[in-house]
Each structure stands twice: as C-alpha cells, then as structure tokens.
C-alpha cells in the first residue's frame, strides 16, 4: 500500500516539503487532493476522530495519521532507512527542520503580519514593516545558521555526501525566497556560499530531477507561502 499525503491542491505551500522528499526518496504515495479534490482532503480530516491533524499537510500510512510537516519527514526518513543511522545526528537534523518551519512560518507572516484571515490590501502597512524587518535581520540570521550547519560537515549536503530531508527542505525555502524575494536574493547572492551549492546539488538526486522537470512540480504562486510583492521585496 502506498503512502497518501492530504495537502491542498492549488498551492505548493508546505505539502511541497514532503513531495519533495518523497520524491527524491522515490517512494509510492497517493496525493489525494491533487487527484480526487479539495473536497476529499475535507471530507477525509472532517471524518477523523480523536488525536487527529489540526491541518494539511498529513500523511497516511496504513493506520498511522501523521501532521506537522517536520514529524512526516522524520516519520519517512526513519520508517525508509534514509536517516543518519544516528539517535543524535538525527535529533540534530530534526532541530534543523524545526527550524525550517520556523522561518517558514515568518516569510507567511510578511504578508500575513496582523491575521491569517484578513486579505493582504487589509494590512499592507502591517506587511511592509514585517518584510523589512525581514529582510534586514530575520532572513540573515537564520540563512547563516543553516550555512554554518552545512559547513561543519562538508557539503553539499547536511550529512556530507549523504541527502538527508533538511536538504530538500532547504532547497524548496532557498527556491521559495528567491521567488518571493528576487531583489533581496540577488544581492545577497554569495552570502551564503554553502546554501547555494545544496541548492545546486539537490536537484541532482536520483529520483528528484524527473519531478522537477515534470507538470506535477507546482509553481510557486500568490496564493501560497511564498508571495512575490514588488513593495515587499524593496531595498
């Protein structure tokens, strides 16, 4: 039986994290809404009792039900052998994704600063000062982290010579920002020398170029995490 992931279908948003990394990892899954609807994504969760996922992303697995982006790809990596092998180097990369979701959840809040729930033209104020701050000190601190982290190994990935999920968890926010932050990116281009070179290389894994090159791999979009708005993106 293969996997099914429940992510919505219009949007890479945070279902892409997982995609990803099953994708590189060739693995069976079913992606419900994609094929069948956001209504069967709906219907599905409205349907679970219980300790079930507050929201998409979530995986299925037989009888086990998996949300948070972070605790699916440490599910799969352990379950499919694709780990360090290590009960402390993995802690360590599942830190690392942690936070991955952090950030994440600080580039939706850019232009989403005040409610999830209101439209962007309802807190664009709000929104500018946020992508600002952003740019200037959120971005910087947590990109040098990530670098620094693959640096001590050696790269081009965060194991070395070993793909693990925090790398194409990385890749995806590296893809992610320079949709919606061209202007920033580009500037900052060599900053983060290492970052650079495992978004260069994760595109190489068996398994994951077809995808990428494939209709299945969703462009970002307005819609999403990742939002380009030229206002945002100013120096």
Not at 16 to 22: G, I, K, P, S, T
Not at 55 to 78: C, F, H, W
């Amino acid at each position: 039986m293969s996997y099914q992931l429940f992510y919505w279908p219009s949007i890479p948003g945070r279902g892409e994290f997982v995609r990803l990394f099953m994708e590189a990892a060739e693995l069976d899954y079913e992606d419900i809404a994609r094929t069948d609807g956001a209504d069967a994504l709906v219907e599905d969760l409205h349907a679970r009792e219980g300790i079930r996922p507050f929201a998409p992303p979530y995986l299925v697995d037989d009888e086990v039900v998996i949300g948070q982006t972070a605790l699916i790809l440490l599910y799969l990596s352990d379950k499919e052998g694709l780990g360090s092998g290590d009960l402390a180097t993995d802690l360590k990369l599942m830190q690392l994704q942690m936070d991955i979701a952090d950030l994440v959840e600080e580039i939706h809040g850019t232009h989403h600063p005040i409610a999830p729930g209101l439209y962007y033209a309802d807190q664009m104020d709000a929104a500018y000062e946020k992508a600002a701050d952003l740019r200037a000190n959120r971005l910087p601190k947590y990109l040098i982290h990530f670098d620094n982290a693959l640096a001590a190994n050696g790269g081009p990935f965060m194991l070395g010579e070993q793909w693990s999920h925090v790398d194409t968890s990385l890749f995806q926010l590296m893809e992610g920002l320079d949709y919606a932050f061209p202007t920033y990116m580009a500037q900052m281009q060599g900053t983060w020398a290492n970052l650079e070179a495992l978004q260069a290389a994760v595109p190489d894994i068996e398994g994951l170029a077809a995808y990428l090159a494939s209709e299945r791999r969703m462009e970002f979009n307005d819609d999403g995490i990742f939002r380009h708005y030229e206002e945002l993106d100013e120096q």
